[in-house]
């Protein structure tokens, strides 16, 4: 069983468009994480939510943490080429603490 | 200070042979983390070091697999008698103690293929 569920696993979308990914758990998270990751290199982070309820928004990306730390959303806005990469969430809890477990992600294509 | 720092970064072996990754943290990062991720999969945790103690080893794949880090600050982590199996991007990242929460900077990874 995942622990966490990433929908959709791949979103293929015109540049201009806005889009909406989600990371979803039965499991309550003390932090989660989204990290954006290119062909052939390492995850990088780009948010961290640790509260119930908390948005962070960092620049045309907004970050959604649900209020039971169940569930994160993330979402963009008018997306560019640039913003093509698979997203992962991943987060700590009960049952992992100490080191983080991930979803599977969704592939992100912006098209020009 | 660079970022983790991951040697090889790509790794061609015949089945059955040893093979050993490196892996150099942030230096004023006391943890360290080695992942496992395969094609259309997120990273798979393997193991993890607070300084030079490994504080959980129970998810290496098999006995073939160990890691080291011997002086707290690099760390390897070795498959012997490699499997096709075996094949996929080898993760290490690190972070500070207690902020391990916040989440984690990555290297570029290792990337092995078992022929």
């Known amino acids: 069983t995942q622990l966490l569920e990433q929908s959709p696993q791949f979103l293929s979308i015109q540049e201009g468009e806005n889009l909406t990914v989600y990371c979803n758990s039965s499991s309550v998270f003390s932090s989660l994480q989204w990290y954006r990751q290119e062909p052939g290199e390492g995850p990088v982070l780009l948010v961290t939510?640790?509260?119930?309820?908390e948005v962070k928004k960092l620049k045309r990306l907004t970050f959604q943490f649900g209020d039971a730390r169940k569930d994160s959303s993330l979402h963009i806005t008018a997306a560019q080429p640039g913003d093509t990469g698979l997203y992962l969430c991943?987060?700590?809890?009960?049952?992992?603490?100490?080191?983080?477990?991930f979803g599977d992600g969704t592939t992100l294509t912006v098209k020009p | 200070d660079t970022g983790v720092s991951q040697d090889p970064r790509h790794k061609i072996t015949k089945r059955g042979q040893n093979v050993t990754f490196r892996c150099d943290p942030i230096s004023e990062h006391n943890r360290l983390y080695w992942y496992r991720q395969t094609l259309g999969q997120g990273p798979e945790f393997l193991t993890y070091f607070q300084n030079e103690a490994q504080l959980e080893k129970s998810r290496l794949l098999s006995d073939r697999f160990s890691a080291e880090r011997p002086k707290g600050s690099f760390s390897t982590l070795e498959i012997q008698r490699t499997e096709q199996g075996d094949s996929a991007m080898y993760l290490c990242?690190?972070?500070?103690?207690?902020?391990?929460?916040?989440?984690?900077?990555f290297g570029s990874g290792t990337r092995l293929t078992v022929v």
């Open positions: 939510v640790v509260t119930g309820g």
């Open positions: 990242a690190s972070s500070p103690r207690g902020a391990s929460w916040f989440g984690y900077t």
């Open positions: 991943a987060g700590e809890n009960g049952t992992n603490a100490g080191k983080s477990t």
